[in-house]
């Protein structure tokens, strides 16, 4: 099926552990885009990337890196896990130059303990 | 830089109507909203342009009020199936090609039979 697939779905870290969040869209999108989902504070996006070889910062970039490894595949890494990045991670993907929607991943629930 | 969502939270009873408000400070290029049900990812509904336009699908519209900055979402005789949070989300004129969204807090809508 057409769409963004995340991967895991569920994941619990130790404070200080290091983990990548996988993302992967096959609809030929430019665009890609991480956000996380805290209770009561609807999306914040962390980093995007407008196209394939780019990547900017969002609103709440730090303790996060990302990596645009070609068209399809955009990931999330946090190099030392820490329980404030406890939330639940959105990957989605658009179209560059046209007015479209989001399409969403299913989403990484990751607790830090 | 976040649109603000009124109201926070609605209850209906089916068949009743709502409107969802999403307004911002900064000129905008394009709003947003998606529906997300609990544990599920948001689904994308509409799109508004700058310009100043109304959409519609199903029995779910929206118009976007270039002037003022806002948007609102109207729910007509609403179903069982409309129960979920609902986000806008803005780009901004300045925002470049990745368009990239700035959420609201959410709007809670309960339908109950």
């Known amino acids: 099926n057409a769409g963004v697939t995340q991967t895991p779905k569920f994941q619990v870290l130790k404070t200080g552990q290091s983990m990548t969040l996988q993302c992967a869209q096959d609809?030929?999108?430019?665009?890609m885009y991480w956000y996380r989902q805290d209770p009561g504070m609807g999306l914040r996006l962390i980093y995007y990337?407008?196209?394939?070889?780019?990547?900017d910062k969002g609103e709440v970039p730090n303790g996060y890196n990302v990596s645009r490894l070609n068209k399809r595949e955009f990931s999330l890494r946090l190099e030392s896990a820490a329980p404030s990045q406890t939330s639940v991670y959105f990957c989605?993907?658009?179209?560059?130059?046209?007015?479209?929607?989001?399409?969403f991943g299913s989403g990484t629930r990751l607790t830090v303990v | 830089q976040q649109p603000v969502q009124s109201p926070q939270a609605v209850i209906l009873r089916e068949g009743e109507d709502a409107v969802i408000n999403c307004s911002s400070s900064?000129?905008?290029?394009?709003v947003h909203w998606y529906r997300q049900k609990h544990g599920e990812a948001p689904v994308f509904l509409m799109i508004?342009?700058?310009?100043?336009e109304q959409k519609g699908h199903e029995k779910i519209s929206a118009s976007f009020n270039e002037k003022k900055q806002q948007s609102s979402l109207y729910l007509t005789a609403s179903q069982l199936s409309y129960s979920g949070t609902y986000f806008c989300?803005?780009?901004?004129?300045?925002?470049?090609?990745?368009?990239?969204?700035?959420f609201g807090s959410g709007t809670q809508l309960t339908v109950l039979p």
């Open positions: 989605a993907s658009s179209e560059t130059y046209r007015d479209y929607g989001y399409t």
């Open positions: 609809m030929n999108h430019n665009s």
């Open positions: 990337s407008a196209s394939e070889g780019t990547t």
């Open positions: 900064k000129a905008l290029y394009s």
């Open positions: 508004l342009l700058k310009g100043g």
């Open positions: 989300g803005t780009a901004l004129i300045s925002s470049g090609s990745a368009r990239q969204l700035t």
